[in-house]
């Protein structure tokens, strides 16, 4: 019994599992992003929560973690895998086509941020050299927190998602300069500053080309000899060995650790087994970025803000209004829209788990004073802290900013179109809309299509087709798309409750048309049609269906028997 109450970290990760498995449940429930619950929770059970009244009431020291050294060694694997299941949904060739916004747009973020910051750190009076050090590391931003909000969002695809991701990854890249500028600033620097930093930056572009062959040479067979034990722990085992050690390669060699992991679901995504081990790590991971926040949120001394009532928040207002401005204004100079311009710089306004790297480096070697390295530390903890609730602004204020420049641009544009009469207006032009739209023209019948998707319009106007940006629950553009004179309305977009929305908008306007809808479910359809959808097709319903005629003609039945039989349980399945 002894031994099990003095294995290492047990308390810890109770405490942990029980604020994992309780207690951001409940934020989630109140519509709480788990980031923030992660670090609020982190902030109320570190040692600057409750551990300052652990003294005056010894049974909360119970409830209270005290080591974040400790947890903070362990929540650097979170990093890790996010990164690393991030690999996985890319491909090498999609990283490819990025590259003009992570070489270019990632660069010059990086460059332009660390300049500006600088000369503000030299203007407080600081040293040169202090001024580097934090213009170097408040340049980036935090890839747990950022990634995770947009993985929750399910933004990643989104042009906002890329150019974030870009970003993100080029200051991974940054690191091994920054790291070696910071030690040559901290020692005398002599004639062979240029040869050393040179000599590092090759040591880790050659890390990454012997780690890019080497996967590509060695992963697939070594994972099919695996996967042929048909042993999901060895396999599992195999995975995991695969990304610690890429990433402890990437290490040694100067580069960050989540860089290595990257590389690895990169390797990883090419090979047959990406899809099983993304869905097998996913809950690890998820707890691991977990104890990375809550670490986050323990590291932040609330003592010192009382300290600095003024300065601390001007200093976290000041580090993402800076940050905001010089991120959008890039954005915007890489062609970007200005809502995501907006949303993008906002997001990544926080300062980034690397800042504790460097600036506990850069106060072990006296290049800042301890009172200064704190005061930073702090503003970059709760720039961390609050960036849930900035990015949800963010989020509704670039969705204003998009519903007025998607009246401004396209306003014109539909009424170009000139009258029409007894077309068909599809509300969506996703993988349902598009399939719909080659039915219509097949048949001769002229339709105009809006979607909210920039990717979709973009692509749909390449092909000249009739599609429009723009939100179908706005009246004034359905206005523009005659839908006075359609024959009817197609609902087709994924997103459920803007579908429910869309369909009482018309039905209310417009009682007279008809409104067809594609639903997600049984449930769903009943839903629309309570808002005023003529039909409502579950999806599911209809893709079951087919798939048992296909089974039921395999197995061999008639066409006719076929019919009938689908046509039966499709009349029960409505009922």
């Not at 311009?341 to 106060?363: D, K, N, P, W, Y």
């Not at 702090?378 to 204020?397: D, N």
């Not at 739209?437 to 105009?448: G, K, P, R, V």
């Given at each position: ?6 294995l ?41 929560g ?85 213009g ?33 990854l ?69 995975v ?24 690895a ?38 003592r ?20 905001s ?99 068909v ?28 998707d920039?990717?979709h ?109 689908l ?9």
């Amino acid at each position: 019994m002894g031994s099990h109450a003095t294995l290492p970290y047990l308390r810890e990760t109770i405490i942990f599992l029980v604020a994992a498995g309780v207690m951001v449940p409940l934020f989630h429930r109140f519509r709480v992003s788990p980031v923030l619950g992660y670090l609020v929770v982190g902030g109320v059970i570190g040692p600057f929560g409750l551990g300052l009244l652990a003294d005056d009431f010894p049974i909360l020291s119970e409830v209270v973690i005290s080591d974040i050294a400790g947890v903070q060694a362990l929540a650097e694997l979170g990093i890790v895998f996010l990164l690393f299941t991030i690999g996985l949904e890319l491909s090498l060739e999609r990283l490819w086509a990025m590259r003009r916004l992570v070489f270019g747009l990632g660069s010059l973020q990086v460059l332009v941020t660390s300049a500006i910051i600088g000369l503000i750190a030299f203007e407080f009076g600081n040293s040169v050299q202090a001024s580097i050090v934090l213009g170097a590391c408040l340049a980036l931003s935090s890839t747990a927190i950022v990634m995770q909000l947009l993985l929750e969002g399910r933004r990643i695809g989104t042009p906002l998602g890329r150019s974030s991701f870009a970003i993100l990854l080029m200051q991974d890249l940054a690191v091994v300069p920054i790291l070696f500028v910071v030690g040559v600033l901290g020692t005398k620097v002599d004639s062979g500053f240029g040869w050393d930093l040179a000599l590092a930056l090759g040591k880790a572009a050659l890390t990454i080309v012997v780690i890019y062959l080497g996967g590509r040479l060695i992963l697939r067979p070594a994972l099919r000899l695996v996967a042929q034990t048909r042993s999901p722990e060895m396999f599992m085992a195999a995975v995991l060995l695969t990304v610690i050690g890429i990433a402890a390669i990437t290490g040694y060699a100067g580069l960050s650790m989540a860089l290595g992991a990257f590389l690895a679901g990169l390797l990883l995504a090419e090979t047959e087994y990406s899809h099983e081990i993304e869905v097998d790590l996913e809950p690890f991971k998820g707890l691991m970025l977990g104890l990375f926040f809550m670490s986050v949120g323990m590291g932040i001394d609330w003592r010192v803000i009382g300290d600095e009532p003024m300065w601390i928040p001007l200093s976290v207002l000041g580090l993402f209004l800076v940050k905001s401005v010089i991120t959008a204004g890039l954005c915007l100079a890489f062609g970007l829209p200005r809502h995501t311009s907006l949303e993008a710089g906002l997001l990544l306004g926080q300062g980034g788990e690397f800042a504790f790297i460097v600036v506990g480096l850069a106060m072990s070697l006296s290049l800042l004073p301890a009172d200064v390295g704190q005061f930073m530390l702090i503003v970059a903890g709760l720039t961390m802290l609050v960036t849930p609730l900035v990015a949800k602004a963010a989020e509704i204020l670039a969705g204003r900013m998009e519903r007025r420049e998607t009246t401004r641009t396209h306003q014109g544009s539909l009424e170009a179109v000139g009258d029409m009469e007894g077309h068909v207006i599809l509300a969506g032009f996703g993988r349902f809309g598009r399939t719909l739209a080659n039915t219509l023209q097949a048949e001769s019948i002229a339709y105009i299509a809006l979607d909210t998707d920039p990717g979709h319009v973009a692509r749909a106007r390449a092909e000249k087709l009739p599609v429009f940006y723009g939100d179908a629950s706005r009246l004034d553009l359905l206005n523009r798309a005659h839908i006075g004179r359609c024959a009817a309305v197609v609902v087709t977009m994924d997103n459920p409750a803007a579908a429910e929305r869309i369909v009482g908008e018309i039905r209310r306007t417009w009682p007279l048309i008809a409104v067809y809808a594609r639903a997600r479910d049984k449930a769903h359809a009943v839903r629309m049609m309570n808002a005023g959808a003529t039909q409502a097709v579950p999806e599911s319903i209809e893709g079951s269906l087919q798939l048992a005629g296909r089974v039921l003609s395999g197995l061999g039945a008639t066409e006719e028997v076929v019919r009938r039989r689908l046509e039966h349980q499709r009349s029960i399945e409505e009922l």
